[in-house]
């Protein structure tokens, strides 16, 4: 599904991503305290395909290497008219709530945090977003956002 572009030695892949949180996390054991790191990364072609994924690791490169390909396992392809959901859909993960408005072409992007990172990756340019749920979390934001664009149907022209 991933298209690798091969300039000179390097591979471009099509897909952008974003570091949306970086973690260290620590588990207890009786010596004390064992510190990994958590990265949590969206990948997206802006067309329509997007995937979330974390991944821990013992330094930050690995974790983020682990989240990426998490990411790359776990895309959904997004139904949009023209730049824009094609009508009102919420969700909920966890404790977080999403609402997701469709608006008019060169309205913008009114989202913030998690939720605006995920729309821009699936390629929405033009909607209205609200956490309404009562966490801050970065993670289970983004997750209820990528519920929500499941929840997405096709339009029938």
Not at 15 to 40: H, I, P, S
């Amino acid at each position: 599904m991933e298209k690798v572009i091969e300039k000179g030695h390097k591979k471009v892949s099509e897909f952008k991503e974003k570091v949306l949180d970086l973690r260290r996390v620590a588990r207890v054991m009786a010596g004390g305290k064992r510190f990994r790191f958590r990265a949590t990364i969206i990948v997206g072609n802006e067309k329509g395909t997007v995937g979330l994924g974390m991944g821990k690791g013992f330094d930050v490169a690995q974790s983020v290497e682990k989240a990426k390909s998490s990411a790359k396992k776990n895309l959904i392809v997004v139904n949009l008219k023209n730049s824009t959901v094609a009508h009102d859909v919420d969700a909920k993960f966890s404790a977080a709530r999403v609402l997701i408005k469709p608006a008019k072409k060169g309205h913008g992007l009114k989202a913030g945090g998690a939720v605006r990172s995920v729309l821009l990756l699936a390629g929405v340019k033009d909607a209205t977003a609200k956490c309404l749920g009562g966490t801050k979390n970065k993670l289970t934001n983004a997750m209820a956002t990528i519920e929500a664009l499941k929840k997405l149907k096709s339009q029938k022209s």
